[in-house]
């Protein structure tokens, strides 16, 4: 848990920077989250213990490894447990055998992405190099992942894990807040590496308006070679739809920076950086609560999550959940497709990208010089427009099998490895957990899912509903009306994105600097932003659906916006092919029409003579053209 300190001054490649560490009373977020919560300055902040909401099977007599008993890492053979070994849970439960069905809400592929940028903004588990600390998953006979799968255990707290009684605390190495840690950093060393120091508050991109590279050989994930790019997340190269989410907040970084430069002339480079940094952070805040969740838990029950809900409350800890980090946010490895989809964006072709061969890949992103065709763009709004994977108990090879494997060649196997890793957490199961969030622990296997198919091999696997991994159980649960999750993980979500929202003294709604600042008002609107204008100030990008986290397959989100006024959560308990999906090609509108409705489409529809699509369409923009005039 090192830190520099506040008072340093940092020496990066010739340049002087000064730091970014906060007074208590400042206005603006230390880098590494310290002093948010002036009480307790460490809450939240980088490097400090994840916190546990449920008792760990540490303390309640069972022997884990790193609990005093000398056990070994249980899942393969002479472990001493009958736990069942990972990798064989993965291959009887997970094996979605090359298909994986889609989602019954319209969930875009950007609810896992987003997901996934958002999590590298307040969750990392770092492990550790120790040739002690190697926990391998046993691979039997017959599999072709020989001859093991390779896992090293999660660093933790120094103190922890000498008994029983003092079981292991993991680490999150970044600022559990919402504050768009994984564009700048969480230590001052890679904020510093970033930054375009004095080009007005500038973060620091290469050819074609892409992420630097890492030539100070800073640490990332994948490779510290100069081939990789640097992200303020060590896993920004992870897989190329996420690369893509951390250029275009880079990019989104430098537009309101040239905006706030021109627009007040006498603001210094750091002025210019801070100001840019709090927008972003505060971008993500509104995308998460007003786009993000309501997509993923349903508006009904993200009604609770508003941002303008907000109420400060210095007693509430918003460090990350030990619980939440390791097994409930991983809902969206199963989303995962085996082809990441290509949008067709003018003349380039929609083809997709075998997930298998977009890890750590950052050269990918370019434009193609022979056919011009720009990956970014197509890897965004191929995102946006195709309907993800249901959130269930199936994973698609690329991840169970070919995980950050070079192309052409074998991987690991994600399912295993949340398995294990929850183990090594010490995590409860999924009983323990339940209890531990108020709810009633599952008496039977027909209690977590309907599903007779999952329910035999989750009696076979575990042959008790009180033994049963906890992620393993999360992603078995039926999901509750109206949402795409279980109610476990409904449960635990709104109660940890409530910590974060109200543990959060910059959260920003209640941030007068922001929401109170002609200067700010100047450059962007925070009570209406989306991911969707992001998408479009800082691509070529132009029919960009309103809601990229939705997909509408008539076109006729614009017709109901203003439902949800009146009915916040409609469209989570009536699907919209209830009411048109008898009308053919779908295509409702004629193209007199696009002037006012073209916006709203992320490509053209073609002409049609569908009464209730002309007369809806024309009704609704005659209105709003009579109000705007």
Same mark, same amino acid.
């Given at each position: 848990?090192?830190?520099?300190? !506040?008072?340093?001054? &940092? ?9 970014? !560490? ?49 056990? /070994? ?57 120790? =040739? ?21 255990? $999660?660093?933790?707290?120094?103190? $922890? ?6 079981? *292991? ?45 890492? /030539? ?39 537009? %309101? ?7 007040? =002339? ?8 801070? $100001? ?49 980090? /390791? ?48 990956? #970014? ?36 196997? %994600? ?18 957990? *339940? ?12 209690? @977590? ?8 091999? &989750? ?8 033994? @049963? ?23 635990? @979500? ?46 070529? #990008? ?51 029409? #696009?002037? !006012? ?6 490509? @053209? ?14 009704? %609704? !923009?005659? *209105? ?6």
């Amino acid at each position: 848990m090192n830190r520099l300190s !506040c008072a340093s001054v &940092l020496l990066v490649v010739g340049a002087i920077v000064a730091p970014v !560490c906060a007074s208590p009373a400042s206005n603006v977020r230390s880098i590494d989250g310290v002093g948010n919560n002036l009480a307790q300055p460490d809450w939240g902040a980088a490097d400090m213990p994840m916190q546990r909401v449920a008792e760990t099977p540490f303390s309640t007599g069972a022997h884990y490894p790193g609990d005093g008993s000398g056990a /070994t890492f249980y899942g393969g053979p002479g472990s001493g447990t009958t736990a069942a070994n990972p990798r064989v849970i993965s291959n009887r439960l997970y094996d979605d055998q090359g298909h994986s069905p889609v989602n019954d809400r319209r969930m875009s592929h950007m609810v896992w992405q987003w997901g996934q940028f958002l999590d590298h903004d307040i969750t990392l588990a770092e492990t550790s190099s120790l =040739p002690s600390e190697y926990a391998p998953i046993h691979i039997y006979p017959g599999d072709p992942m020989t001859p093991s799968i390779p896992l090293q255990r $999660t660093q933790y707290a120094s103190g $922890t894990g000498t008994s029983g009684s003092n079981p *292991r605390q993991q680490v999150n190495s970044i600022t559990s807040y919402i504050d768009a840690s994984n564009v700048y950093g969480s230590d001052a060393v890679r904020a510093a590496a970033l930054r375009d120091i004095g080009n007005g508050g500038r973060l620091k991109t290469s050819a074609g308006d892409l992420l630097p590279f890492n /030539t100070m050989g800073l640490p990332n994930a994948g490779s510290t070679s100069p081939t990789m790019f640097l992200g303020g997340d060590v896993r920004a190269n992870e897989q190329v739809g996420l690369t893509a989410m951390h250029t275009l907040f880079v990019r989104e970084h430098n537009r %309101l920076a040239d905006l706030l430069a021109t627009n007040n =002339p006498t603001w210094s480079d750091e002025e210019l950086y801070q $100001t840019s940094r709090k927008i972003v952070g505060a971008e993500m805040q509104a995308i998460t609560y007003r786009e993000f969740l309501p997509a993923l838990l349903g508006k009904g029950y993200a009604r609770s999550l508003s941002p303008y809900a907000y109420a400060y409350d210095d007693s509430i800890d918003a460090t990350i959940g030990n619980e939440f980090a /390791t097994s409930i946010y991983r809902f969206g490895h199963s989303m995962l497709p085996e082809v990441l989809p290509l949008a067709r964006v003018g003349s380039s072709p929609a083809e997709g990208l075998p997930l298998a061969n977009a890890y750590f890949d950052p050269t990918f992103l370019g434009s193609d010089t022979t056919s011009g065709t720009n990956h #970014l763009e197509q890897i965004l709004l191929g995102l946006s427009v195709n309907k993800a994977q249901e959130i269930d108990t199936k994973m698609t090879d690329a991840v169970r099998d070919f995980l950050f494997g070079s192309p052409g060649a074998g991987g690991m196997d %994600l399912a295993a490895l949340n398995i294990q890793r929850g183990r090594d957490h010490g995590l409860p199961l999924y009983n323990e957990m *339940r209890i531990a969030y108020g709810l009633a622990p599952a008496t039977s296997f027909r209690d @977590i899912t309907s599903d007779r198919d999952v329910r035999r091999k &989750l009696r076979d696997l575990y042959g008790s509903v009180d033994k @049963i991994d906890s992620w393993v159980g999360v992603l078995a649960e039926d999901h509750v009306y109206g949402s795409s999750v279980g109610e476990l993980s409904l449960t635990a @979500i709104v109660e940890e994105f409530t910590k974060l929202r109200d543990g959060d003294r910059f959260f920003y709604t209640g941030d007068s600097e922001l929401m109170d600042n002609p200067a700010i008002d100047a450059v962007i609107d925070l009570e209406t932003i989306s991911l969707s204008d992001i998408m479009q100030w800082n691509t070529d #990008l132009v029919h960009v659906p309103r809601n990229v986290f939705r997909v509408d397959r008539w076109g006729f989100d614009f017709l109901f916006e203003r439902w949800d006024d009146f009915w916040p959560d409609w469209d989570d308990h009536f699907h919209r092919d209830d009411f048109f999906g008898g009308f053919g090609n779908g295509s409702f509108f004629p193209n007199d029409l #696009l002037t !006012c409705m073209g916006p709203h489409f992320h490509s @053209i529809p073609e002409p049609s003579t569908w009464l209730i699509g002309l007369s809806a369409g024309l009704g %609704l !923009c005659l *209105r709003r053209r009579t109000r705007s005039a």
